[in-house]
């Protein structure tokens, strides 16, 4: 498959040319440059490239066990890259814990374990950070200064909730991925991981999400987007990677790909084609309708609006 | 700060400068009372009240004052340690070494002293260090090997119940401490640890005062301090918490050798008022410590509960306890009729606090 | 670059500490030495050795079913050690609570090939079998302790124990001297059958009332409240009588808290039970003499190697207690009770 060389070339030289928000010259927050991870001799990532710039959503796709999460793992300071380079700054970084990370602004919000359910909302708020007052012996939580910061965040991003006291187990999926984020936003996180945030919600719940990814876009926060949804990913991201087997199999600008070409190279691409071929062969099944190598390679032309409406109607 | 409003943070009355407007109106308010209902330790409360009416209402002599200093003091030794086990098990882990840790501490504090002739304090300052350090043991080894808790604490367990025996028969010949009640500082320390307060004619003994005091502090660390959100974030979500930049295992260790801190002062306790320790005791109270704070409204699987829920779970089994006992029931029963009555007690706190959570 | 030396220098900082603790530490053990009490004192009473058979070596296993940590059998331990050394005998001792297990250490023994051994019947059903083996190989077995009702049908050389009834029988006769009226028996360890029988002989001669009460022995501060509450709830109760001497303490200050004027009666010995007789805290003693059972139990079996002797005639139990020890002895027992040896 020769785009793959080529995108990848292409993200990295010219990333977000036609998108609005980004800024043309904004200095790379975070860079990983040819960087990799091992395990032992499982080798999870490879040679990947990704940049985020201020402003911008850099969105990173890819299957199961495509390597999604040994890269923000390595973002995060939760485990350390083992080949090339990860900047931060410009500057060559190896973080031991994701304590380094958060004092970088480096901010990970997780799928599934971004809060603790039975805690009241603004005790997650500010749960790691919290706020005291008083010398040692008698240092306590500033409780009044905590709700009200967490209430006024909150509603700075368009959250607004009737009970800062309710657990946060209470809220629905969608709510507790915004109040994270806003926790995120709040302890000046400049660069914001959101791992799969949209993967357990349902339609309506994600667009909440996908309008917050935005709001945080907006207040120009470098944000790295992990989804497997082409879809969710086209409607916000302003570049694309695609991980595959632990290599980038793509890495393009908006303004370089259209959402089915997106949607072709997360479900496969070069395989489905294979893939097509053998079920050809197969009778009685009919691969007429099936995508084929045609559409992978196509030129990104279509507007981004256009194509997003009519692929999702032909894919769902 | 309000010390009075020893509430757990799950269920704090919502604070004044809440919003007022603003609200999108699907989440119904909770009333008042559903509210109260569902702080961890009402449960416990209406049991405890119902036990001490059942048991006022059955037995004469319970009804004096006298009697309620009984059963206290019996609910405070238990209570004192019942508290660090709460609090550990609030940030989800378990302590089995916590019945034999008491007589571990005692013991040391016992023999070092009578072996080399020195001052009690001595023996009463070693053996805090041995205490803690017997703490920091198992937080570091758990936080180590990654093994559950269960398992690395029922090895200290069973370390501690062997060389407690091996140990005092070395120095002593005996299974029993010598008895150190002629030595130096021994007047002065019992003064301390195990003397006793007459209010109104009626004798209460210290540890009483001991164990609300330090119930008040566990209250005021569990909801009013960085430590105590930690202590609800590692038992609630441990991932969470490391990722958001709690330190772990520092939260972990510290709360066993609160453990330890509290089976010293126990231990303390039990041989200053005792003089002697055998060696053998303690065995099997790691578990009552547990029940105590179930009973007291802390989950067994961690993140949730508070330090008054203990205090109330341990006075439920002092009442019990005694109250069969005053209530003269043939004593062939006994055990079984604790465990009826802390099988209500453990069900009314149940049914409360469903009652609280049904919408 | 400084990544490299700075966990160096922490742990550097924070070995200071550790030295300066245990230097304080060593300063504080030796400027607080205690005036009085202690080690130093026991030390000052020094005690004589004892003379050597010179028969040949021979091989002798105690069995018991002793829980970790119980004084009783400490000192039962201590006389068949004493016997051991006195008749050039070598004693392998062993000791589990759960039968089977007591049983599998007796076939232990018999594998050893010893030359005789000593054993508990404390569950004499579950002994039966390896006795029956120990016969078969030719290893004379004599009982101590408990099973006084079976150790001949079991077919044993000898026995040496107190039974439980007649001790309790003996205290029960001994409190209709001392005028008490209303007795309640503490059991500290719920349905263990020595403890019930104890209670049950004292029931059946004390002409006053008798009742039982179960506590926790585990938990010393439970045992407390519960003989306190229990006084409380009867203020007719004259006499506290337990089971074992660590009860008997606690018992003391349990009465002093009800305010009552119970006298306390309490079953086996040790060293601070003596000065709480001699200081009558407590009233008198029944000691079993648990040394010498097995003192005794050794050197029956060392007589029966070298001499053919059967202790009790091999028809009639060797009875040790019980012995009572009242204001009136105990100045010669506290000898041997701070030696651990009564």
Redesign the interface.
């Known amino acids: 498959m020769t785009s793959n060389g080529n995108d990848k070339g292409k993200g990295t030289a010219t990333g977000g040319t036609a998108v609005k928000d980004a800024p043309e010259d904004g200095a790379p927050l975070v860079e990983l440059r040819a960087a990799g991870k091992s395990y032992g001799n499982v080798r999870a990532l490879h040679g990947v490239d990704l940049t985020v710039r201020p402003g911008q959503v850099t969105c990173v796709l890819g299957d199961n066990g495509a390597g999604k999460s040994t890269l923000i793992k390595i973002v995060s300071g939760l485990h350390q890259h083992t080949e090339g380079e990860f900047l931060v700054d410009g500057e060559a970084v190896r973080f031991s814990t994701p304590r380094e990370a958060l004092d970088r602004g480096i901010a990970t919000v997780y799928q599934d374990l971004a809060t603790v359910p039975l805690m009241p909302v603004w005790r997650n708020f500010f749960l790691g950070s919290e706020l005291t007052r008083g010398p040692w012996p008698l240092r306590r939580l500033d409780i009044e200064r905590m709700k009200k910061t967490a209430d006024e965040e909150l509603r700075a991003m368009g959250i607004v909730l009737d009970d800062l006291e309710q657990p946060i187990g209470t809220l629905s999926g969608g709510q507790r991925q915004c109040v994270a984020i806003a926790r995120a936003v709040h302890f000046g996180a400049r660069v914001l991981i959101l791992d799969e945030p949209t993967a357990a919600l349902g339609v309506k719940q994600s667009g909440v999400v996908l309008k917050y990814i935005a709001a945080a876009r907006d207040r120009g926060l470098g944000v790295i987007f992990i989804t497997h949804n082409p879809h969710h990913a086209y409607m916000v991201g302003d570049h694309f990677s695609v991980l595959r087997l632990g290599t980038l199999e793509l890495s393009a600008a908006r303004s370089e790909i259209t959402v089915e070409e997106l949607t072709n190279h997360m479900a496969g691409g070069a395989e489905l084609t294979a893939l097509k071929h053998e079920l050809a062969q197969v009778r009685g099944v009919d691969v007429a309708e099936l995508p084929g190598e045609e559409d992978v390679q196509a030129p990104a032309a279509a507007s981004a609006e256009a194509s997003s409406g009519a692929s999702s109607e032909k894919t769902s | 700060?309000t010390m009075s409003q020893a509430t757990a943070?799950?269920?704090?009355?919502?604070?004044p400068?809440?919003?007022a407007g603003?609200?999108?109106g699907r989440?119904a308010?909770r009333s008042v009372v559903r509210r109260l209902l569902g702080r961890p330790e009402v449960g416990a409360l209406i049991a405890a009240v119902g036990v001490y009416v059942f048991f006022f209402a059955v037995?004469p002599?319970f009804r004096?004052a006298?009697?309620l200093a009984?059963?206290l003091?019996?609910a405070s030794?238990?209570g004192i340690m019942t508290l660090p086990v709460a609090l550990l098990m609030i940030g989800g882990e378990f302590d089995l070494s916590a019945g034999v840790a008491v007589t571990t501490s005692a013991l040391t504090a016992a023999i070092l002293?009578?072996?080399?002739?020195?001052?009690?304090?001595?023996g009463v300052?070693?053996a805090l260090?041995a205490s803690l350090a017997v703490g920091a043991f198992n937080g570091w080894l758990l936080i180590k090997t990654g093994l559950p808790s269960f398992l690395v604490t029922l090895g200290s367990f069973l370390i501690l119940?062997?060389a407690?025996?091996a140990v005092?028969?070395i120095f002593t010949?005996?299974?029993?401490s010598?008895?150190?009640?002629?030595?130096?500082?021994f007047d002065q320390a019992k003064s301390v640890f195990a003397s006793e307060i007459s209010i109104g004619g009626v004798?209460f003994k210290i540890t009483i005062f001991y164990w609300l005091v330090f119930a008040a502090l566990a209250t005021?660390l569990l909801l009013?301090?960085?430590f105590?959100?930690?202590i609800?974030?590692v038992g609630?979500?441990q991932?969470?918490?490391?990722?958001?930049?709690?330190p772990v295992k520092f939260t972990k260790i510290a709360l066993f050798m609160g453990v330890g801190l509290g089976a010293w002062f126990v231990g303390m306790?039990?041989l200053f008022?005792?003089?002697?320790v055998?060696?053998?005791?303690?065995?099997?109270?790691e578990f009552?410590y547990i029940i105590a704070a179930v009973i007291g409204g802390c989950l067994l699987t961690g993140?949730?509960g508070s330090a008054v829920g203990p205090v109330i779970g341990a006075f439920i089994f002092?009442m019990v306890?005694?109250g069969i006992?005053?209530?003269?029931w043939n004593?062939?029963w006994?055990?079984a009729f604790l465990g009826v009555m802390l099988l209500l007690a453990a069900l009314v706190n149940l049914w409360v606090r469903r009652q609280a959570t049904r919408r | 670059m400084d990544r490299t030396f700075r966990p160096r220098s922490r742990r550097a900082r924070r070995g200071a500490p550790l030295v300066a603790l245990a230097a304080a530490s060593a300063l504080l053990i030796a400027g607080c030495s205690s005036s009085s009490g202690g080690k130093k004192a026991e030390e000052r009473a020094a005690d004589a050795a004892a003379g050597k058979a010179d028969t040949p070596r021979m091989t002798v296993a105690l069995v018991t079913h002793q829980a970790p940590g119980d004084t009783f059998w400490d000192i039962v331990r201590k006389g068949a050690q004493a016997a051991a050394d006195k008749d050039n005998v070598e004693l392998v001792y062993s000791a589990d609570p759960n039968a089977g297990n007591q049983a599998n250490f007796v076939q232990n023994a018999i594998d050893q090939k010893v030359d005789g051994i000593a054993v508990t019947l404390a569950k004499p059903d579950a002994m039966k079998d390896v006795i029956a083996k120990a016969e078969k190989a030719g290893i004379p077995v004599v009982g101590i302790n408990s099973g006084m009702d079976r150790w001949q049908s079991l077919g044993l050389l000898s026995f040496f124990g107190q039974d439980e009834s007649v001790a309790g029988e003996a205290l029960g006769k001994k409190l209709n001297e001392t005028g008490a009226k209303h007795a309640v028996c503490v059991i500290h360890e719920q349905g263990n059958v020595g403890l019930e029988s104890r209670c049950a002989g004292v029931k059946k001669t004390f002409e006053g009332e008798t009742e039982t009460l179960n506590v926790n022995g585990t938990d010393m501060p439970s045992v407390k409240s519960t003989i306190t509450a229990k006084l409380k709830q009867d203020s007719s109760i004259d006499e506290v009588v337990t089971l074992g001497a660590p009860f008997a303490m606690t018992a003391v200050q349990s009465v002093a808290d009800a305010g009552g004027k119970a006298k306390i009666a309490t079953f086996d010995m040790n060293k601070e039970l003596t000065s709480a007789i001699k200081k009558g805290d407590i009233e008198f003693a029944v000691d079993q003499q648990p040394y010498l059972q097995g003192y005794l139990a050794i050197d029956s079996l060392w007589l029966y190697e070298n001499n053919g002797n059967y202790s009790g005639g091999g028809e009639q139990p060797v009875l040790t207690g019980p012995a009572f020890v009242d204001g009136s002895n105990v100045d010669t027992v506290a000898e041997y009770a701070a030696k651990g040896t009564r």
Do not use: C
């Open positions: 700060m943070p799950a269920a704090e009355p919502a604070s400068d809440s919003p603003g609200k999108d989440t308010e037995a002599p004096e006298s009697s009984t059963v003091y019996q030794v238990m002293s009578y072996q080399l002739t020195v001052n009690v304090w001595t300052i070693v260090i119940q062997g407690n025996l005092t028969k010949g005996n299974v029993a010598d008895s150190i009640s002629d030595m130096d500082g004798n005021w009013r301090t960085k105590g959100n930690w609800f974030a609630g979500n991932d969470s918490a490391r990722a958001v930049g709690v306790h039990l008022s005792f003089n002697t055998q060696s053998g005791e303690g065995v099997g109270n009552l993140g949730y002092g306890s005694q006992v005053y209530a003269n004593p062939d006994f055990k």
